[in-house]
């Protein structure tokens, strides 16, 4: 393994962690955004109300997408083991 292949794995890696938090996180600004809208129109002011649907969102979210994530960081891991022992 020599330079030119650290380098593409490291940005590979760096990919990997962005397109599998991505949705995550995406959900859950999207998610914050329409509480917040939701919570204004009404005039409520608690807090407990947007945390307990976001982290209800986010879970759900984490769940729906962890086995596409799991298995491309597995995939990630066998190209690199096989790169790195070949």
């Given amino acids: 393994m020599d330079h030119d292949d650290l380098v593409r ?3 590979e890696a760096l990919l ?3 397109k599998v938090s991505l ?3 995406a959900v859950a600004a999207l998610a914050g955004l329409l509480i917040a809208f939701i919570q204004a129109v009404m005039s409520l ?3 407990s109300i947007s945390f307990a649907l976001k ?3 986010v879970v759900a979210a984490i769940a729906v997408t962890a086995p596409w994530g799991a298995s491309a ?3 990630f891991g066998q ?3 096989q790169a ?3």
């Fill in 73 to 75: 960081i597995m995939q």
């Fill in 79 to 81: 190209a690199l083991m």
């Fill in 9 to 11: 794995f490291t940005s």
């Fill in 23 to 25: 949705p995550v996180v």
């Fill in 16 to 18: 990997l962690c962005l």
């Fill in 55 to 57: 982290l209800v969102v």
């Fill in 84 to 86: 790195a022992f070949p």
């Fill in 45 to 47: 002011q608690d807090a």
